[in-house]
C-alpha cells in the first residue's frame, strides 16, 4: 500500500493553487504499513474529509512532501521518460539542444520542470545530475535510464554529482560516480555564446559550471568596451571572458579560492591566448574592496548564496549591503555595477532595498539600468514562485 497523509483542515488550500511543497505543520496523521514511512518513498496526500489531493516525495523535515503529480498517476519508467521529454521539448523550443554556440544548458530546473529536488545540466554530450532530496536520490537510475531514451546517442555519459547536496541526516553514504559511460578526461571544453569554458563535473562547484549566469555574462560584454573592469567572486572566470571578448581595456579576477584563480587564468588562456590583458588575485573579495581607490569604472558582484535559509536572513543582508557600499563608494564616476544575490531566501524587493541603502551609505546617485534574473533555461514555475532565486542589478553610478 502507499502511505497516506492526511492534512489539517485548510491546509490543502496551496495543493488547490498546484504549489509543489507540503510542510510537515500541515499533516494531520499517516497511515502506513509500518511505524513510519521511509524516506523518499512515493506517498498520496489527502485532503481533512479523504479527497485525493497529490503523490510525491516523503522527506523528513520542513517541506515533508514534494509533489510529483496532482494526479494518481504510476510513477513508473513511462512516467520518468515523459517528464524528462517534457524538459527537453522546453530546451528545444530555446534553440540550445542543438546550437552550435552554446553546448551546455540546464535540462531539468527542479520544481520549474514540475520535478522538485533534481538539477539535471548538460555538458555537451555528458548530462550531470544532482539531486536534492532523497525520493530523487533514490530515483536517479531510472532518471538516467530516462534521459537516455530521450537523448539516444547524444548521450554518452550521466555524472552523479549529489553527495554534497542529499540530505546528510538521510544515512544514505551518497558517493559521487556515473550512472551511465565514463569520461576520461577531467577538464572538458564547453562553448556558451561560442566562448570556451573548461568544465570539471567531478570536482567543480556546483555542477562544474554556473549555467544560470548566461544572459548576465552576454550583457556584460555589451558594456564592457575600454573599461578596467573587476570581477569578483570569479570563479571560472565566466564574467572576465566576457569582458575581454567585449573590448575590456583590462580585467581583473579575484576569488578566495586560488583553484578558482587558476581556472579563471585557464579560461581567459582557452580564449585569448596568454597576452590578455588580464590579471588575477587569489583574495578575500570583501577586504580587496576596502581600498582600491577609482581604479575600476566595471565592477561585477557574484557573491555565493550569503543565505541558505531564513534563519540567517538578517546576517546575509548585511553581508549584500557592506559588499556593495563598498563597490559603490569607490567605482569610477559613470561606473557600470553589476550585482547579483543568489540566495532563493532573499526576494527581488528586499535585495533591492539593500542595494538601495548600500547606494545611499556609499553618498553616491544611482541609476537601475537592468533588473536581472536566470536564464529561461531556468524556469519559473508560476505556481512557485520561490524558484526565482537569481536577482540581479546592473546600475549606473554617478
Same mark, same amino acid.
Given at each position: ?156 555519459? %550521466?555524472? $552523479?554529482?549529489? *553527495?554534497?547536496?542529499?540530505?546528510? =541526516?538521510?544515512?544514505? &553514504?551518497?558517493?559521487? !560516480? /556515473? ?120 565592477? %561585477?558582484? $557574484?557573491?555565493? *548564496?550569503?543565505?541558505?535559509?531564513? =534563519?540567517?536572513?538578517? &546576517?546575509?543582508?548585511? !553581508? /549584500? ?78
Amino acid at each position: 500500500m502507499i502511505p497516506q497523509i492526511f492534512l489539517r483542515r485548510g491546509k490543502e488550500e496551496s495543493l488547490a493553487r498546484c504549489h509543489p511543497w507540503i510542510f510537515s505543520g500541515a499533516i494531520e496523521r499517516i497511515v502506513c504499513d509500518g511505524e513510519s514511512i521511509p524516506e523518499g518513498e512515493i506517498v498520496d496526500v489527502f485532503g481533512k474529509k479523504g479527497d485525493f489531493l497529490a503523490r510525491g516525495h516523503y522527506q523528513i523535515g520542513s517541506i515533508a512532501v514534494r509533489v510529483l503529480s496532482f494526479e494518481r498517476e504510476e510513477i513508473d519508467a513511462a512516467w520518468w521518460r515523459e517528464k524528462i521529454a517534457s524538459a527537453y521539448d522546453v530546451r528545444r523550443t530555446l534553440h540550445l539542444t542543438d546550437s552550435e554556440q552554446t553546448t551546455c544548458y540546464r535540462l531539468v530546473h527542479g520544481e520549474g520542470d514540475s520535478l522538485p529536488g533534481l538539477v539535471v545540466d548538460i555538458y555537451g554530450s555528458v548530462a550531470v545530475v544532482q539531486c536534492h532530496s532523497v525520493g530523487m536520490y533514490r530515483s536517479r537510475q531510472q532518471i538516467a535510464d530516462a534521459i537516455c531514451e530521450v537523448f539516444g546517442e547524444r548521450i554518452t555519459a %550521466i555524472y $552523479d554529482k549529489s *553527495a554534497q547536496t542529499v540530505p546528510y =541526516k538521510a544515512n544514505l &553514504n551518497p558517493v559521487d !560516480g /556515473y550512472l551511465y559511460g565514463s569520461v576520461a578526461e577531467k577538464d572538458n571544453v564547453v562553448l556558451e555564446n561560442g566562448h570556451k569554458f573548461l568544465v570539471n563535473w567531478e570536482e567543480g562547484q556546483k555542477t562544474g559550471f554556473f549555467i544560470d549566469q548566461r544572459f548576465n555574462r552576454e550583457l556584460v560584454g555589451k558594456y564592457a568596451a575600454g573599461r578596467t573592469v573587476l570581477n569578483t567572486f570569479c570563479y571560472t572566470g565566466g564574467f572576465s571572458v566576457y569582458a575581454l571578448a567585449g573590448g575590456a581595456k583590462e580585467v581583473c579576477s579575484i576569488d578566495a579560492s586560488e583553484r578558482a584563480v587558476r581556472l579563471a587564468d585557464a579560461n581567459v588562456a582557452l580564449n585569448f591566448g596568454d597576452g590578455a590583458a588580464h590579471s588575477s588575485i587569489a583574495c578575500d573579495a570583501v577586504e580587496y574592496l576596502k581600498d582600491i581607490g577609482d581604479k575600476y569604472d566595471m565592477i %561585477i558582484l $557574484d557573491p555565493p *548564496a550569503f543565505a541558505k535559509h531564513h =534563519k540567517v536572513l538578517g &546576517n546575509a543582508l548585511q !553581508g /549584500y549591503k557592506r559588499l556593495n557600499a563598498r563597490a559603490m563608494s569607490q567605482i569610477r564616476k559613470g561606473g557600470i555595477l553589476f550585482t547579483f544575490s543568489c540566495s532563493q531566501a532573499v526576494s527581488k524587493e528586499l535585495f533591492r532595498t539593500t542595494v538601495f541603502t548600500a547606494a545611499a551609505i556609499a553618498g553616491r546617485k544611482v541609476r537601475i539600468l537592468h533588473q536581472l534574473t536566470q536564464p529561461t533555461d531556468h524556469p519559473i514555475n508560476i505556481y512557485h514562485p520561490e524558484g526565482e532565486y537569481l536577482k540581479g542589478l546592473v546600475l549606473y553610478v554617478e
